[in-house]
């Protein structure tokens, strides 16, 4: 017998579920070739449970397999990664490479990024380096991969500290590495990448900022290079647009024109400050829960911001969390800021004893959370240190899941049609390691089913995707500029329960375990707020407006009148601009603010007892009577604000 024929087989999974058997030992591209040749030529690289890696990688037995050509969202990725070779090539062959030492260089979602030591660039300098990788690219290096010993790596990398330090790591569990070569450059790098360099498409380097090695601010600061890569002209247009027009929205500028809020240094990172006008729209965003909590027959609660750790053990986070909490001791005891609502919440059910006619318990609370997010990671609202969660949870018998879950699923919608939001829903469900009885997760994943059939919006099931402690609901809803967002939350928890020792009694007298639900209508505030600022360009509805509407005199001597006229409107928020400066100047400034509606007043308007009034869209009407436009901005106001009254319905 030959030795091919005593060969083991093993087989690996195809998307359409079927099986392919192949020899022990076959790469990623063999497995694409015994499928079809053509397949075979064309392979970029593999999915091996979902993990991306090279084509020359082997695939093992039972592993879910998906080859990767052109086209795919992972083709991009690898397209990217290659990319950042070029950057890093270019960058090397164009500034001193004794000095420069190479860090990492890995696609992202959007494009890629190199970081380097020793670099000194600047933005002007960004398109001779987009030069020298057009000529990488045009001179269509083929890319090979090499693996190598690591005592060879190790020479090989001599003069690269940072890439010393990351091989030292992967030499404890391989005894050899890859290294990919294009031309007179290479770098030690797992993967995947392109065959050649003239197959990337289009690049385009974005911008400069800095960062820690490995993220870990106590190391020092390098360059970072941004950029990007698609595989046409138009795709990367395309991309730039979206750019540009995310850049207009950002928050964070929008937030300091309209002093909405600040972060400052004195005050510490990722701590937002917020000032009256940004106050004054969350006051409504929390007005407006507070409605459709108290309708749905939530009663509010409060917690403070600190707990013994003791809290944090029992909830299990202690475990699980605490490199991303704030722990410090006071005396003998240690404490920790919250970084959740949840186990405040079950200690307040868990202090009182309950009969299966007091369920379901529904406890919300505005409730400020701390976590402890790495520093460069911090930016604007979107990620910060210290947020507030309009949370809620609820405390019910396994069947009240439907019913509960349904309201839940009504003020969520209730709250993103109220901004007119799109948005899609997915059911996560039961993952291979988890906690509860077949029997309650059957139970509770059916009537999450049900709910879902009821209404007349699509979903999707996510398999496997819920949490260890339970299914799951989750809402994405797109902005203006087509962007998805993750949104609201229905979470159902069999284990919480579990680590309080909650219970009732039930009809039978016994102790039963409730059902635990999490959810929040906004999720954080933070990042509602940042994304409606950013989907309304900071001109909020006019509910919301933090000044809704200010009038003008066109001169000092209407001054008396814009008083009295400001009083006819005092259910709303007005100002009146008392600046001695022109009404062009007093517009603008109105229209910098986004104010929704002026009232401009002058000699004319006073003598008739009218007003005149313009728009966000500069539409100006003349002759207005005050009654009139009151009635008119109490009906704008209602109709974009409505009372819940879907419990009625
Ligand atoms: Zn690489
Ligand atoms: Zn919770």
Redesign the pocket.
């Known amino acids: 017998m030959s030795e091919s024929d005593s060969q083991e087989r093993i087989a690996v999974v195809l998307p359409d579920g079927s099986e392919l058997e192949v020899d022990a030992g076959a790469t990623v591209e063999d497995c694409a070739y015994e499928i079809g040749p053509g397949l075979g030529s064309d392979t970029v690289a593999g999915k091996l449970d979902g993990e991306l890696v090279a084509k020359e990688e082997p695939v093992y037995d039972g592993a879910e397999l998906e080859i990767v050509t052109d086209g795919s969202e992972e083709y991009l990725r690898v397209m990217r990664h290659s990319a950042s070779h070029c950057l890093a090539q270019a960058v090397e062959r164009l500034y001193d490479d004794e000095e420069v030492k190479l860090a990492i260089g890995p696609p992202t979602d959007e494009g890629f990024y190199y970081d380097f030591d020793n670099l000194e660039i600047d933005e002007e300098d960004l398109a001779e380096l987009e030069r020298e990788i057009e000529e990488i690219v045009a001179a269509d290096y083929e890319i090979e991969r090499e693996d190598v010993s690591i005592e060879e790596a190790e020479q090989r990398l001599a003069d690269e500290p940072y890439k010393l330090e990351l091989l030292e790591e992967f030499a404890d569990e391989n005894d050899r590495v890859s290294f990919y070569k294009q031309g007179e450059w290479e770098d030690l790098c797992a993967g995947p990448h392109l065959d050649s360099t003239g197959e990337i498409g289009v690049v385009k380097l974005l911008e400069i900022a800095g960062a820690y090695w490995r993220g870990d601010e106590e190391n020092e600061m390098q360059t970072r290079i941004y950029g990007t890569a698609f595989e046409d002209e138009s795709d990367l247009e395309e991309f730039i647009e979206r750019k540009e027009e995310a850049e207009k929205r950002d928050h964070r500028r929008i937030g300091s024109e309209m002093n909405l809020f600040s972060i400052q240094d004195v005050t510490g990172p990722g701590l937002p400050l917020y000032h009256p006008a940004g106050k004054t729209v969350l006051k409504e965003l929390e007005d407006f829960v507070e409605d459709l909590n108290q309708d749905a027959g939530y009663d509010y609660v409060e917690t403070p911001h600190v707990f013994k750790t003791d809290l944090w053990h029992r909830s299990g986070h202690y475990e699980n969390y605490a490199d991303d909490m704030f722990i410090f001791d006071v005396g003998d005891d240690e404490f920790g800021l919250k970084p959740?609502?949840?186990p405040g919440h079950a200690a307040i059910f868990q202090d009182q004893s309950w009969s299966y006619r007091d369920l379901p318990i529904r406890y919300a609370e505005n409730g400020k959370v701390y976590r402890k997010e790495q520093r460069g990671e911090l930016s604007g609202l979107s990620r910060v240190w210290a947020f507030t969660i309009d949370?809620g949870?609820l405390f019910i018998r396994p069947d009240q899941i439907r019913g509960e879950v349904e309201e839940i699923m009504d003020m969520i919608t209730e709250v993103l049609e109220t901004f007119d939001l799109e948005y899609e829903m997915a059911l996560a469900t039961r993952p291979e390691k988890s906690v509860g009885s077949d029997e309650i997760w059957d139970r509770a994943e059916n009537q999450l089913e049900e709910v879902l059939e009821g209404r007349a919006h699509e979903y999707e099931i996510e398999e496997g995707d819920g949490a260890f402690y339970g299914p799951k609901i989750d809402f994405a809803f797109e902005d203006a500029i087509g962007r998805s967002w993750d949104g609201p939350t229905v979470q159902l928890d069999f284990n919480m329960p579990e680590r309080f020792d909650l219970d009732y009694v039930g009809e039978d007298n016994e102790q039963h375990q409730p059902v635990m639900i999490?959810r929040a209508l906004y999720g954080s505030y933070e990042r509602f707020f940042m994304m409606l600022i950013e989907h309304f360009e900071g001109r909020f509805p006019l509910w919301l407006a933090p000044e809704q509407v200010r009038v003008l005199p066109i001169s000092d001597d209407n001054l008396g009148y814009a008083h009295r006229v400001a009083n006819e409107f005092e259910e709303f928020r007005v100002e009146v601009d008392q600046r001695d400066s022109t009404l062009e100047r007093k517009i603008r400034a109105a229209h910098d603010d986004r104010v929704p509606y002026q009232i401009i007043v002058g000699d004319d308007e006073e003598d008739d007892g009218t007003i005149s009034v313009r728009d966000r869209f500069e539409d100006q009407e003349y002759d207005v009577e005050i009654d009139e436009f009151r009635e008119h901005l109490e009906d704008e106001r209602d109709e974009q604000r409505t009372e819940p009254d879907f419990l009625q319905g």
Request: some cysteine; overall charge negative.
């Open positions: 959740m609502n949840c949370d949870h999490h």
